[in-house]
């Protein structure tokens, strides 16, 4: 099984819908969780980091499920910038480095 | 936000030579950088982890002779590819964590001919 497992998409939706992405991680010790963004060619930039309580930035929700290490994303009246992939990425408590699913891609039309 | 400066963001080179990529915290010091690799469509894949003043810690299977890694300076890491192949063209890219959040460089993409 895939540390973190993300569904690949392409999610394509017009603008004003809602969207949202799933992410598994396998590794229970698991302590910290973030939403990145990666526009084609470019370099992963923070979303936002994910909270037990959950936690919303704008337009953006982020929810965590430590029982079922569940992570999701909801983007609410999606915009055409939003289209990019998103990240998700999980980091066990002592270690340095992060481990990021593949991404799923997210497709904005007008 | 801290930033991270890499450079060049794109190399395009013949097979058999060796390219040097820099990453540089512009505002914080890093005793810490991470090297990454991305080919299309797939996830990060961390290389290796550069550490201040002392070797750096390769990831299984990425060979640290071909790949080396110097980090001199709490503000400067280097990665060169050497002997570069077909097989090594990819984007490269470089973070430091800065408050407990991680930070990217803009990337480098090669493309070796």
């Known amino acids: 099984r895939k540390e973190v497992e993300q569904d690949p998409g392409p999610f394509n939706v017009p603008e004003g819908a809602t969207v949202a992405f799933n992410c598994t991680y396998s590794n229970s010790a698991s302590q910290s969780f973030f939403w990145y963004r990666q526009d084609c060619r470019k370099e992963p930039k923070l979303l936002m980091s994910?909270?037990?309580s959950g936690n919303e930035d704008g337009r953006f929700t982020a929810q965590l499920n430590r029982a079922s290490q569940y992570i999701s994303l909801l983007i609410r009246d999606s915009k055409l910038s939003d289209s990019a992939t998103y990240l998700c990425v999980v980091n066990v408590f002592g270690y340095s480095t992060l481990t990021f699913g593949k991404g799923t891609m997210l497709l904005v039309s007008p | 936000g801290a930033v991270v400066s890499q450079h060049p963001s794109r190399v395009i080179c013949k097979s058999g030579t060796s390219v040097k990529i820099e990453c540089r915290s512009l505002?914080?010091?890093?005793?810490?950088m991470f090297w990454y690799r991305q080919f299309p469509k797939q996830s990060l894949m961390l290389m290796a982890t550069s550490n201040e003043g002392s070797k750096a810690t390769y990831e299984q299977g990425v060979e640290k002779d071909k790949f080396l890694i110097n980090h001199a300076s709490l503000t400067l890491s280097t990665l060169t590819v050497t002997s570069a192949h077909p097989e090594d063209s990819s984007f490269y890219i470089c973070?430091?964590?800065?408050?407990?959040?991680?930070?990217f460089g803009s990337g480098t993409q090669l493309s070796v001919l």
């Open positions: 973070s430091a964590r800065a408050n407990e959040k991680l930070f």
């Open positions: 505002d914080f010091q890093a005793t810490t």
């Open positions: 994910v909270y037990s």
